[in-house]
Structures are given as structure tokens and as C-alpha cells.
Nanobody
Framework: QVQVVESGGGLVHPGGSLRLSCAAS????????MGWYRQAPGKQRELVAS???????NYADSVKGRFTISRASAKNTVFLQMNSLKPEDTAVYYC????????????WGQGTQVTVSS
């Protein structure tokens, strides 16, 4: 069993910053990648940023230069630093862990709301 828990969402003014955290725990034998996705009302879930077990990162074009994904020394924990937030960043942010447990699979967190509004 693998659990994924996000934290750090909230309400912020345009131009502000937030930092999201995600921790995966349980029977994890290897971490292939972790990523942040978001889903706004009426839209499909989209990739925001991801980081592999080797530390390679990938970002959506809409967040490049504003968001940074990083990994803690405890490699099953990742962060998403979000700066210069815009109203269009408003969404539920989900963390996904691609891990090898008893089987390889994707495990999702419950999501955390980020609202950017004046």
C-alpha cells in the first residue's frame, strides 16, 4: 500500500507565492518519478511539473520560469514552489507518484486547492 499526501494550498493574491509539499509513504521499493498535476473547473487534468528519480525535471510551458519542482533528501518528498501566481493558476493540484511497490503503478494524492484571486 502506498499513500500520497499533499499540503500547502490556499488563497493568494495575484503575484504572490505558495509552496506545495507532497510525501509518498508505504511499501515503496523504488521511486521512478513524482509530479504535480492540476485540474481547473471544466478542464482536463494537466501536467504542471515532474521530477524523475535521477533528478531530471519537466515543466508545462505555462509555468516555466515561475514554478520550481524540487526533491527533499528523503526522496519520496517533493515540493512545488509557485511564484508570480496568476488567476489562471487556480485549480486543484494533485501529486502523483510513479513507484515500484509490490507492483509498479501510479499513486495519486487527494488534491489541494490553490486559488489566486484579488
Amino acid at each position: 500500500q502506498v499513500q500520497v499526501v499533499e499540503s500547502g494550498g490556499g488563497l493568494v493574491h495575484p503575484g504572490g507565492s505558495l509552496r506545495l509539499s507532497c510525501a509518498a509513504s508505504g511499501n515503496i521499493f523504488s521511486m521512478y518519478a513524482m509530479g504535480w498535476y492540476r485540474q481547473a473547473p471544466g478542464k482536463q487534468r494537466e501536467l504542471v511539473a515532474s521530477i524523475t528519480g535521477g533528478g531530471s525535471t519537466n515543466y508545462a510551458d505555462s509555468v516555466k520560469g515561475r514554478f520550481t519542482i524540487s526533491r527533499a533528501s528523503a526522496k519520496n518528498t517533493v515540493f512545488l514552489q509557485m511564484n508570480s501566481l496568476k488567476p489562471e493558476d487556480t485549480a486543484v493540484y494533485y501529486c502523483k507518484a510513479d513507484v515500484l511497490s509490490w507492483n509498479r503503478g501510479d499513486y495519486w494524492g487527494q488534491g489541494t486547492q490553490v486559488t489566486v484571486s484579488s
